[in-house]
């Protein structure tokens, strides 16, 4: 096996490429066998390669470094930042987070110095691929577009991880080099319009198939494009895009897009790649590269002690969240304005040794049990979640354990890797597009150009999938389901606004845990409202949002690391309040 190892310096990064040349992701391992310069890699290998150590950032952790700092999941970020989950674990473990939780993070948090350099090592990847394949002469004119396209593609792609992140950020691309003295690139020129240019490209030259399934094809590139329009709020030109991906679409395996027929088929590695799965992050275990090339950036994200993972107790979803999933009684739907008022039963601040009953009767989404993890029910095929046992920090935490990147007890071994120091090391994929995004976003766009009923349509077909595979549903010993699990649909949305609140809504339902709902709350502007609303009912339970405050105008965006900045020699200018 060949591996090759160069230095890359950018905005002030040093950092090491190892690249492996097969179609895996051994190349991150951390002892190359020797160093390659430019002249070896200019060929149709050596591009290939660099390639394909663009593509191995996709789930955050190598290059630069990183792990859950900068994971591909967005779990920090999209999630605990959100009101998804909490930080969990106890208030001292990873305490970075907790202003990140609080929204009162500085330049000075590590936390986003590490995502800011996982992310702009894969941008120069691609740039690296893009450079070498200019002077190689073994490489088709018809390989060159498709390899560019590739590349320009997950260019797009980790610009738009720091868009979200950052919103001023500096676009990046092959011309900047540090051999150039161009590599102090300011943020004062908005990315969107060269993101979308990369999109348009990859769009334009990649095949419908490809021959490696974690490869993009031009349907992922397409699903990106509508997903960065709607990011710019211009769903007019996202609709007709989603229309074609809806009806049309492939998976780079050939797969016609549709939603999986079992929810949770999309979070089971034994099911990874399905017809939902429009681009995914590839992992793999028990390949000799201790770890490295599974799910890394989410290992803390499992219950404490005894469970799935044996560690860390970390990102525990929130009293609201499981809230979110009540629905009325008589239709089935949520409960779009009352889904917080009532705290739906739960052993938060009761000791697992006390006696408690937990609550099925109360009408649930079926989608609350594949979810999130609480006591008495069910947990996949490690019995019934035992409450607190699992939890590491109750009274800072709440009762409720992650599940959606959790791994099935016959799985351990197999699909969890056996040399990494906990088993929460997994081959579960992390899924970046599902094709329910895909359907909830043209919900959304028909929302936004006032079709309604297509609206309804779209975000029927999500819960359908649910309401029509009761047989998926959690069951408990006795095979009876687990909880009063009930689905209903919408026969129609009265006005925009209510169409909107139930798009949004069922976004976060089918979406929850799964890194997207701070970025979609700032995405529609409302982040403010929500945010502080869930800040407002969470002090009660925990002190650590006694003093928090979501400001508008500010905690959109985070601060733009301090040592970026320094390293730039002052070409990066920092967010506003901050």
């Known amino acids: 096996m060949t591996h090759s190892k160069f230095k890359i310096i950018l905005l002030g990064v040093t950092t090491s490429v190892v690249l492996f040349y097969a179609c895996s992701k051994n190349f991150l391992e951390k002892n ?12 149709k290998a050596g591009v290939e390669g660099v390639l394909i150590g663009a593509y191995s950032l996709l789930d955050g952790y190598g290059g630069a470094g990183g792990g859950w700092q900068s994971a591909g999941s967005n779990w920090v970020y999209g999630g605990v930042a959100s009101d998804d989950a909490y930080k969990g674990s106890d208030p001292g473990d990873q305490a970075d987070i907790v202003p990140i939780e609080t929204y009162s993070p500085t330049a000075t948090n590590g936390f986003f110095n590490q995502k800011w350099r996982a992310v702009y090592d894969g941008v120069q990847r691609c740039n690296d691929v893009l450079r070498l394949m200019a002077v190689a002469t073994d490489i088709s004119a018809a390989d060159k577009k498709i390899i560019e396209a590739q590349a320009r593609y ?32 300011p943020n004062t020129t908005d990315a969107w319009p060269k993101i979308n240019a990369d999109l348009d490209f990859a769009i ?87 770890g490295s090339n599974g799910g890394w950036g989410d290992v803390l994200n499992f219950p404490y002690n005894g469970g799935p993972g044996g560690c860390c107790g970390f990102y525990q979803p929130s009293i609201s969240l499981a809230n979110s999933f009540q629905v009325d009684a008589v239709t089935g739907l949520p409960l779009l304005d009352t889904w917080n ?14 006696a408690f009953t937990p609550d099925v009767t109360t009408p649930v989404d079926p989608r609350l049990d594949f979810t999130l993890g609480r006591r008495g029910i069910p947990y996949l095929d490690w019995g019934n979640h035992p409450g607190s046992d699992w939890v590491r920090d109750q009274n800072n935490g709440g009762p409720y354990a992650p599940k959606k990147a959790v791994y099935f ?91 909107r609140k139930a798009v949004r809504f069922e976004r976060k339902l089918e979406l929850a845990m799964e890194g997207h709902r701070f970025f979609d709350l700032v995405r529609y502007g409302i982040a403010d409202v929500e945010l502080n609303a869930h ?23 985070f601060p733009i690391p301090q040592s970026q900045i320094d390293l730039s020699k002052g070409a990066l200018k920092q967010n506003s309040g901050f």
Not at 168 to 179: F, K, L, Q, S
Not at 341 to 354: E, L, M, P, Q
Not at 535 to 556: C, D, H, L, P, Q
């Open 535 to 557: 800040i407002a009912k969470e002090k009660a339970k925990r002190t650590f949002f006694t003093s928090a405050s979501f400001t508008k105008g500010k905690n959109e965006y």
């Open 409 to 499: 007890k016959r799985q351990t071994g197999a699909l969890t890797d056996k040399s990494f120091w906990t088993s929460g090391v997994t081959a579960n994929n992390y899924t970046l597009i599902r094709f329910a995004d895909v359907l909830l976003w043209a919900a959304e766009c028909e929302v936004e150009v006032g079709s309604l009923s297509n609206a309804v349509d779209l975000v029927n077909q999500v819960r359908s999938r649910v309401k029509n595979n009761p047989s998926t549903w959690v069951k408990d010993a006795g095979g009876a389901n687990a909880a009063n699990y009930q689905v209903g649909l919408y026969t129609a949305f009265a006005d925009q606004a209510t169409g």
């Open 341 to 354: 008022a009532t705290d739906f039963k739960s052993d938060d601040g009761i000791n697992s040794s006390a």
């Open 204 to 290: 334009a030259n990649l095949p419908a198939t490809q021959t490696a399934v974690g490869r993009v094809n031009s349907w992922a590139a397409k699903s990106l494009k509508a997903k960065a329009l709607m990011f710019q709020k211009n769903f007019s030109g996202a609709l007709p895009i989603l229309k074609d991906v809806i009806a049309n679409g492939v998976t780079a395996g050939n797969k016609k897009y549709a939603l999986a027929a079992n929810f949770f088929d999309n979070f089971n590695a034994e099911t990874k790649n399905s017809s939902e799965a429009v681009f995914s992050v590839q992992q793999s275990v028990n390949d000799n590269s201790n």
């Open 32 to 43: 190359p066998l020797g160093s390659l310069d430019q002249n070896t890699l200019a060929n």
């Open 154 to 185: 997950l260019r797009a792609h980790y610009h738009m991880e720091a868009k979200k992140m950052w919103n001023n950020i500096p676009y990046v691309d092959e011309t900047i080099t540090y051999a150039a003295g161009n590599f102090n690139v």
